[in-house]
């Protein structure tokens, strides 16, 4: 990446709707070097996808909740990781999951309609879930900073 990939990845970042003409006024190329810069960021997964970003509360998804879980030691094979992986990767409602170091094992984000919907949910995956040894919840009171933003200096 060079200086010009950079600043195309700030703008972009904030505003992907931005026209090539547009983002090539800020940055100082033609319309045409921009979109082929922009062609080939994608193709080498620099830029993963573009996307809408959703208001929660807009759509009624008004319970975020950060979850710690920690699984049985004693079944901790990877077997035991990539299922869990696969169980996270296919359930919408977790918005993000981190396999971590540390006490937990993973940090999961959520979103829910409301407090009924998560205990369900922490029914299903956690409670029911023999490989789980224990999870631990805290629910967002404000969402105070998130973004998508990956910082970039030049």
Known sequence: M?????????????????????????VGLSPSAVQRRLKRLH?????????AIISPDAVERRLTAIVEVTL?????????LDEFKKLMLATPAVVQCYHVTGDADFILIVTMKDMQEYEAFTR????????????????VV????????????L
Request: glycine content about 4%; proline content about 3%.
């Open 2 to 26: 060079d200086p010009f990939d950079v600043k195309i990845l700030n703008i972009v970042q904030r505003d992907n709707r931005l026209s090539t003409e547009k983002i090539g006024h800020q």
């Open 43 to 51: 193709e080498e997964g620099i830029i993963e996808a573009d996307v």
């Open 72 to 80: 049985e030691r004693e079944h901790l094979l990877s077997s035991v």
């Open 124 to 139: 299903r995956f956690f409670i029911e879930n023999r490989s789980v040894r224990r999870f631990q919840t805290s629910v």
């Open 142 to 153: 404000s969402r105070v900073k998130s973004g998508t933003i990956v910082p970039l200096i």
